[in-house]
């Protein structure tokens, strides 16, 4: 089911996550959003049959409670025990986040840490409606001390609404693709602009964030989901091909690997995802995605931890004896779920962790989806006592000549006793 490939022959996954084409088609449409406002909005959402003419383009927070009340006592319990376990975990995210303060020569410096006003969070509506991924953005944000949070999902069910309304958000934008993360940055009619956008997306709503970044922060930019189990003769094949196959049901394009210790161990979690796979409602999109996944067999836990760190994947899974050894020794992923009974689907329905998560090796450098996203560090600094800050001074305007930014030089020097002794004589 999965081709197998030696581990020289392992494929990089550094890959740009902005699709050509799909930029091509995006870029008109976010910067006809961004000129014309509310009608190109409308306009597109009426397009792809997203809203209908003169529908309001924003649901309040009112119609969210409605449907709220529409879905089943049970349905409503998950998305509220969900919701908490998000809020938990974003809230220890931001008790780990601090002001400081910190003596400098002659003063005091420091920063704090404050939220963006408004946040626009996306989630998906196209093959599933992901009212998880609308409680993981919106608690967030919430959790974070963001004022004002607007869900987008193009043609929302009622769990979608519903999940809406448990986070906390103040109205949703029934509209998706392109068009909706412009008008979540640039505002549209009613909906004002908003400071962060985040969430994931197809290759049009990836396109999109990357036009509006810099106007406003952004996540990340995603691609196509991925999952690494790492196995030893401890695992259990019929689990490893349940979690390749949860992770492959995404997307066609998803990316389910296994790099594990023996041929045998390959050998049964082919024959058990042969078997899971004919029972799979979502069969033919799962199947599609096992093309682009692969085996590895290796010798060693140490060779399978130097693949896993190379590839530095979305979900790494590790079903091994030492798990919490391994866990050590790993540096690079976007999620880590560690041990047997630590399921990324776990990860992906709400145990606490964000799972909107760097994908393509961008693990490497940057976290997945948090409080802190929605956070802002900003510093500031006092002297109150320009004798004790004379050092300083003469640097900062030493260090002006060096540059050749002869106003720098000239503002430090204003600072120095020459410098007020002689703004005195030229007042006298």
Aim: proline letters at 6%; glycine letters at 8%.
């Amino acid at each position: 089911m999965l081709k197998r490939i030696a581990p020289a022959e392992v494929p990089s996954v550094r890959r740009n996550p902005i699709d050509k084409q799909a930029r091509a088609i995006a870029e008109p449409i976010v910067e006809a959003v961004r000129a014309e406002g509310e009608p190109a909005l409308r306009r597109y959402a009426e397009q792809f049959g997203e809203l209908a003419p003169a529908a309001p383009l924003l649901l309040p927070r009112s119609a969210l409670l409605a449907a709220y009340e529409r879905v089943s006592p049970d349905v409503r319990g998950c998305l509220e025990r969900t919701a908490a376990r998000i809020r938990a975990f974003a809230e220890a995210q931001v008790g780990s986040l601090s002001e400081v303060t910190v003596a400098i020569p002659g003063g005091q410096a420091g920063h704090t840490v404050s939220p963006v006003e408004a946040a626009g969070c996306y989630a998906p509506g196209g093959r599933y409606p992901l009212p998880s991924t609308v409680l993981m953005t919106a608690v967030t944000a919430r959790v974070a001390g963001v004022r004002r949070v607007v869900v987008a999902s193009p043609r929302p069910a009622d769990v979608t609404l519903a999940a809406a309304y448990v986070a906390g958000a103040d109205a949703l934008l029934p509209a998706g693709g392109a068009h909706a993360i412009a008008a979540l940055a640039y505002g549209a009619g009613p909906l004002a602009p908003c400071d962060a956008v985040v969430g994931p997306g197809n290759a049009f709503v990836t396109a999109a964030k990357a036009l509006v970044a810099g106007s406003v922060a952004i996540d990340m930019l995603a691609g196509p989901s991925e999952v690494l189990v790492v196995a030893d003769g401890t695992a259990d094949a019929a689990i490893v091909a349940a979690d390749l196959l949860a992770q492959a049901e995404h997307d066609p394009s998803a990316i389910p690997s296994l790099i594990c210790l023996s041929e045998s161990f390959a050998d049964a979690v082919d024959a058990e995802l042969r078997e899971q796979l004919a029972v799979l409602p979502t069969r033919e999109i799962a199947e599609a995605a096992l093309k682009n996944g692969y085996t590895v067999v290796v010798e060693t836990i140490d060779e399978a931890a130097d693949i896993a760190d190379r590839l530095a994947v979305e979900h790494l899974e590790i079903h091994v004896a030492n798990a919490m050894e391994l866990k050590a020794r790993l540096k690079h992923y976007g999620g880590l779920f560690v041990g047997q009974g630590a399921a990324e689907v776990l990860g992906d329905y709400g145990a606490g962790p964000n799972h909107t998560l760097p994908t393509g090796g961008t693990a490497r450098s940057t976290g997945g989806l948090c409080a802190l996203t929605f956070l802002r560090v900003r510093t500031w600094m006092r002297i109150d006592s320009l004798a004790d800050a004379e050092q300083l001074t003469r640097d900062a305007a030493m260090l002006g000549d060096l540059e050749g930014l002869c106003g720098h030089a000239a503002a430090a020097r204003k600072r120095l006793p020459e410098g007020a002794a002689k703004r005195k004589r030229d007042e006298a």
